[in-house]
């Protein structure tokens, strides 16, 4: 089955600055790369994806960058604000198109 | 448009006793997903269904976890019996079609005590 591995699981940056996680993916098959992030006491909430046919997507101060060669994918995030602060979790798809996420990475955003 | 709505919020029951959830998804969506996720974790996807029928439930507790999805709208999720390594955030999804974007609720929070 698909194994996904996200790193790192923490990160402090300061405002202003950018952030970057890294997942990374075993199935070939994958086709679906979604970054959700998630607030404390809610649901995960999908802030950009990509498809296999595309290298890059930018949305705003958010973008996704894929390799599907290295079977990998990293959700960046510029000029990051205090409301940044949450957990991320990537979440590529498998064979059989269910999403598997990843352990997440708490992002602190420090004012 | 109203988002996917999970009730309780939270539940608190102890160990080898019965619980259900109630998942209602956005209007019109076709597909409905129920994910454990626990303290710490990613989502674990429970049972998916695509109207009211189950496309995928491979990864769903069968001697205990039992899920129904009647006229393809709302959803409950029943645990029988509970055992203490059922505490976790139960989440429901839905979205339009399979392999379109899944919305989530805010999911039930279970303690088993």
């Known amino acids: 089955g698909e194994n996904v591995e996200q790193h790192p699981s923490t990160l402090s940056v300061q405002e202003g600055d950018s952030a970057v996680i890294k997942c990374t993916y075993s199935?070939?098959?994958?086709?679906?790369f979604p970054w959700y992030k998630q607030e404390l006491g809610k649901g995960p909430q999908l802030i950009i994806d990509?498809?296999?046919?595309?290298g890059e997507k930018k949305d705003q101060r958010i973008a996704v960058t894929l390799n599907k060669t290295a079977k990998h994918f990293s959700l960046h995030i510029t000029e990051t604000q205090p409301e940044d602060s949450a957990v991320y979790f990537c979440?590529?798809?498998?064979?059989?198109?269910?999403?598997?996420f990843g352990s997440g990475t708490r992002l602190l955003v420090r004012p | 448009e109203a988002g996917v709505a999970q009730s309780p919020r939270y539940k608190i029951i102890e160990k080898r006793q019965s619980v259900a959830f109630w998942c209602n998804p956005i209007?019109?969506?076709?597909?409905l997903y129920w994910y454990q996720q626990i303290l710490g974790q990613g989502p674990k996807l429970l049972i998916q269904?695509?109207?009211?029928?189950?496309?995928?439930d491979s990864q769903l507790p069968k001697d205990r976890f039992s899920a129904e999805r009647l006229k393809g709208v709302d959803s409950t999720l029943k645990i029988q019996p509970a055992k203490l390594e059922d505490s976790a955030v139960y989440l429901c999804?839905?979205?339009?079609?399979?392999?379109?974007?899944?919305?989530f609720g805010p999911g039930t929070r279970l303690t088993v005590l």
């Open positions: 209007s019109g969506h076709a597909t």
């Open positions: 990509i498809r296999s046919n595309v």
């Open positions: 269904f695509q109207n009211n029928g189950v496309v995928d």
């Open positions: 979440a590529p798809d498998d064979s059989s198109y269910k999403l598997i």
């Open positions: 199935d070939s098959a994958s086709n679906y």
């Open positions: 999804a839905s979205s339009p079609r399979l392999l379109d974007t899944q919305y």
